[in-house]
């Protein structure tokens, strides 16, 4: 026969322990690291999604002989940049 589960204030059951402060600094850093290289990723596709569009509308630009693709490729690489962003960031 099996026995009962043990109440809630059975003197045998082990102690949660809490945290050690260097745990606690630990987990802390952790959190920070993340965050950092969260923003610095950030950062890079705010800066890339531009950048290569805009090149990509340049190089139109001036296959073409036009000049409105260029700002065109701009406008259209942060409009990516930050769609991409909102969905690997922001939907969770």
Same mark, same amino acid.
């Given at each position: 026969?099996?026995?009962?589960?043990?109440?809630?204030? %059975?003197?045998?059951?082990?102690?949660?322990?809490?945290?050690?402060?260097?745990?606690?600094?630990?987990?802390?850093?952790?959190?920070?690291?993340? %965050?950092?290289?969260?923003?610095?990723?950030?950062?890079?596709?705010? +800066?890339?999604?531009? +950048?290569? $569009?805009?090149?990509?509308?340049?190089?139109? %630009?001036?296959? +073409?002989?036009?000049?409105? *693709?260029?700002?065109?490729?701009? *406008?259209?690489? +942060?409009?990516?940049?930050? $769609?991409?962003?909102?969905?690997?960031?922001?939907?969770?």
């Amino acid at each position: 026969m099996s026995k009962p589960p043990a109440p809630h204030g %059975d003197s045998n059951a082990e102690p949660v322990r809490e945290p050690t402060a260097e745990q606690k600094a630990e987990t802390e850093r952790e959190a920070m690291r993340r %965050d950092s290289e969260m923003w610095t990723k950030v950062g890079g596709y705010m +800066l890339a999604g531009p +950048l290569l $569009y805009g090149g990509i509308g340049w190089a139109a %630009d001036h296959w +073409l002989g036009t000049s409105f *693709i260029l700002p065109v490729g701009i *406008i259209g690489g +942060l409009a990516l940049s930050l $769609y991409l962003i909102w969905f690997r960031y922001g939907s969770h």
